[in-house]
């Protein structure tokens, strides 16, 4: 009798401490630019960034899925690291910084202001497959003519699997990819000379 309750004893503990760690457990994911894109050519031109602008629905730390169109849910054990709008932010200076298309030496008369606006970031949950969804704009203000030219990108990338590791490792590609056409762009249609 005694060898049963030790024996019953030990099954709880051991069950009970292995169910503790996997439910403990909540992740911090980062939005990270992979891009090591550089301008041929320095413009010999500043820019400003301004602080990101993200949709209020998506300004926070919850990740957000969709299985159904107009609903969304949000992620109990993964997040952001921070809000989305600071981290794009940080990560937007430290691109243009490394692309060596703007001089910024002198940023209190800058040539131009970029303004970005993030409307959609989430995970899209459809029948056997899930997609990042990536919805924004750059608006680039010349800042002597007061005029702007904005970039339009829209990108759905298709998830290896469907868990919020994949959907932060898409939505990172997708960023990537977004801010090195529109690098590119601004380098051989902006400021082609």
């Not at 005694?2 to 939005?31: D, W």
Request: proline share 1%.
């Amino acid at each position: 009798m005694k060898s049963i309750i030790i024996i019953a004893i030990s099954l709880i503990l051991f069950t009970g401490c292995s169910l503790k760690n996997k439910s403990l457990v909540n992740n911090s994911f980062l939005i990270k630019f992979n891009t090591n894109y550089k301008a041929l050519k320095n413009t010999d031109k500043s820019i400003k960034i301004n602080r990101v602008k993200v949709s209020n629905t998506f300004n926070k730390t919850h990740i957000f899925y969709s299985y159904k169109k107009y609903k969304l849910d949000k992620y109990s054990k993964n997040s952001w690291s921070d809000i989305p709008s600071n981290m794009i932010f940080q990560e937007l200076k430290l691109i243009f910084n490394k692309s060596n298309l703007f001089d910024n030496s002198n940023l209190s008369n800058t040539d131009y202001i970029l303004n970005t606006n993030i409307f959609e970031i989430y995970n899209k949950i459809e029948k056997n497959s899930a997609f990042a969804v990536l919805n924004l704009n750059f608006e680039l203000i010349n800042t002597k003519t007061k005029k702007s030219s904005f970039y339009n990108y829209n990108k759905e990338i298709k998830l290896e699997k469907n868990t919020p590791y994949y959907f932060v490792v898409a939505t990172n590609n997708a960023f990537s990819t977004i801010i090195e056409n529109f690098l590119k762009d601004l380098e051989n249609k902006t400021f082609k000379n």
